[in-house]
């Protein structure tokens, strides 16, 4: 199915037409029936000739109910604009034009109204000009009349057009379904209805609303249950609901959006003040942007303004940042991602004055903090030229799981750099060559340690996680043990002097291990003896006790001469050393497989 949204001045015989069109009664308010005029949304549907289901969303034209307009036509891809020939083109056709523009809406039919009352030409010479102006250049224009019925054969099969053109939308998208009506029905619960823009919505899904889950129990499409649909749709969702659910919220896929109320923007002017009666509404082809001159932007707009987006209405306020360029603080969280267009209004303005001043693309959904002097000017002359896109979110973040990027909005164009990590191109090849500049520095500040560990690599690279580090080392770089290690083989020249003066005490008593005083004074502290024992320089028998690499090799050979088994003092006798030595050296040949404990007293040594 499809959906069409309508537009124009009030009183231009939009509800008429749609009555005539589908048989169905648009206003569903006694209130609106009796005095003829739309107030509320309305909706109803019919089967057109190509046996395609539209419905319509009949959205009120009076002034005083604009936001209720955009809560209608925003979510909708299509508009029909109704222009009455005995009316013309008029304010509120103006500014459900500018809001359209806005919008993005650039699909449509141009309907002139009325046709048996005036000759429609003139008011459709007028209003191609204006949709021309309004982003709605060459769109379809037909004359009908509501109450005799003519032209309504052809509007049908230009509406078969219309929907024929429109670009599919993807089933497979997230949801957002914007609530435009809320109601508790009783045994049921609460039930709610909007335009599905895209996605699918399947009874049993569980969706959010704010940051309350919402089970979908069951669904209908133009009043027919359905177990599932997919957009572009009218639903109505019964949900299973902790909280009350109201006009102005959303349905969305969880994970799959950004909940914020801070957003970067690129403002476009929208419109101006409507031309009083008898003044030209605009330059056929003239733009927004046109009409407002290339030096109009962020400063131009008052500080606070409403934001409107599908049915929300918030308001908001606006710190320019430079040019085109805008901070806005929303005053609750709204659904995003990064390519949204708000549209700003300013309720406050007089009347005969466009309310709708501009349409506001959103950049970044979660865009950082501007702290430092000048801060705000940077990001503006960052975002000035930028797309919302995943290279230029990257380019902020410089780096995001997959799964952010598709909260924002954005599917990476490039593969990951590790796991689910994306990085921008330019940032991580930074960090490629930051890292070994950052291992030897550590390596100088730390020369009897074996490498850099990969934590105080994260730290020092301001990473999120180690696995990032990992990612990054290159050769001559590798991991061992969770450092990086630079390659470098030898100890310091200190400790390699240190071990070679040990090594002459230990020639001629090679199991005489030095106290700690000597180690102290040949210059081998912990850490020296530490990085020495690392390299391999020598071998540490227990705390306190170390010799030189092979002693226990040695050892054994000597302990394999002794009759067997042998005792602690008989070993001791036979190395020419103190039990301080021989009782931690037996345990270590013990570990090593070279002796073996038979009993508490007694050894003998496996190998002859």
């Known amino acids: 199915m499809h959906v069409v949204a309508t537009a124009g001045h009030v009183d231009?015989?939009?509800?008429?037409?749609?009555?005539?069109?589908?048989?169905?009664?648009?206003?569903?308010?006694?209130?609106?029936?009796?005095?003829?005029?739309?107030i509320e949304l309305g909706h109803a549907w019919t089967t057109l000739p190509s046996g395609e289901r539209l419905a319509f969303v009949d959205v009120p034209g009076h002034e005083r109910f604009l936001a209720t307009m955009l809560a209608g036509a925003g979510p909708a891809p299509a508009v029909m604009f109704v222009v009455a020939a005995d009316g013309g083109w008029m304010p509120q056709s103006e500014e459900h034009l500018v809001a359209l523009e806005a919008l993005g809406v650039r699909h449509g039919l141009l309907v002139v109204t009325r046709a048996d009352l005036a000759d429609p030409a003139p008011a459709a010479r007028t209003a191609r000009d204006r949709l021309a102006a309004g982003g709605l250049a060459g769109v379809e224009t037909l004359a009908v009349s509501g109450r005799t019925g003519q032209g309504l054969d052809e509007l049908r099969r230009a509406l078969d057009r219309l929907v024929a053109a429109l670009p599919p939308a993807d089933p497979a998208a997230p949801v957002r379904l914007w609530i435009d009506r809320a109601f508790t029905v009783r045994g049921s619960g609460t039930v709610v209805t909007g335009t599905l823009p895209a996605g699918t919505v399947a009874a049993g899904d569980e969706l959010l609303l704010g940051d309350v889950p919402a089970r979908v129990r069951a669904l209908e499409c133009l009043k027919e249950p359905v177990t599932s649909v997919n957009g572009v749709a009218r639903v109505a969702l019964n949900l299973r609901l902790q909280g009350p659910?109201?006009?102005g919220t959303a349905l969305v896929t969880p994970g799959a959006w950004t909940r914020t109320d801070l957003v970067d923007v690129r403002l476009s002017p929208a419109g101006r003040a409507v031309p009083s009666e008898?003044?030209?509404a605009g330059r056929p082809g003239e733009g927004a942007a046109a009409r407002h001159g290339e030096g109009w932007g962020a400063a131009d707009l008052p500080g606070r303004l409403t934001a409107h987006l599908g049915s929300a209405s918030v308001v908001c306020t606006v710190r320019p940042l430079g040019g085109r360029i805008a901070r806005l603080r929303l005053a609750r969280p709204l659904p995003l991602h990064a390519g949204d267009v708000l549209l700003l209004r300013d309720p406050g303005r007089s009347r005969g004055e466009v309310r709708v001043l501009a349409g506001a693309r959103v950049l970044d959904p979660r865009p950082p903090e501007l702290r430092r002097r000048g801060a705000a000017r940077e990001r503006a002359a960052e975002l000035a030229g930028a797309a919302p896109d995943a290279a230029s979110l990257l380019r902020t973040h410089l780096l995001l799981r997959a799964g952010e990027l598709r909260a924002l909005g954005r599917v990476p164009g490039t593969g990951p750099v590790c796991a689910d990590w994306h990085a921008d191109p330019e940032y991580w090849s930074g960090l490629g060559k930051r890292l070994p500049e950052t291992v030897r520095r550590y390596a100088a500040d730390h020369p009897l340690e074996p490498g850099m560990p990969v934590e105080a690599a994260r730290h020092e690279l301001g990473l999120p996680e180690r696995r990032l580090v990992a990612a990054l080392v290159r050769p001559p770089l590798t991991l061992a043990e969770g450092r990086i290690v630079t390659g470098r083989s030898g100890l310091p020249a200190p400790v390699a002097r240190a071990v070679g003066r040990l090594g002459a005490d230990l020639a001629a008593r090679p199991f005489q291990a030095p106290e700690a005083d000597r180690l102290a004074a040949l210059g081998l502290g912990p850490r020296e003896v530490a990085a020495a024992v690392r390299a391999g320089a020598l071998l540490r028998v227990a705390e306190g006790i170390v010799l030189l690499p092979g002693a226990d090799a040695l050892a054994a050979r000597v302990l394999a001469r002794l009759p067997q088994p042998f005792t602690v003092s008989q070993a001791r006798q036979a190395l020419g050393t103190s039990r301080r030595v021989a009782v931690p050296l037996l345990e270590h040949l013990d570990r090593g497989g070279f002796t073996e404990r038979l009993d508490g007293v007694h050894r003998r040594c496996r190998t002859s």
């Open 12 to 38: 231009h015989g939009k509800s008429t037409l749609v009555r005539a069109l589908t048989g169905m009664e648009p206003d569903r308010l006694e209130e609106e029936r009796r005095r003829g005029l739309t």
């Open 245 to 247: 659910a109201e006009r």
């Open 278 to 280: 008898g003044e030209p």
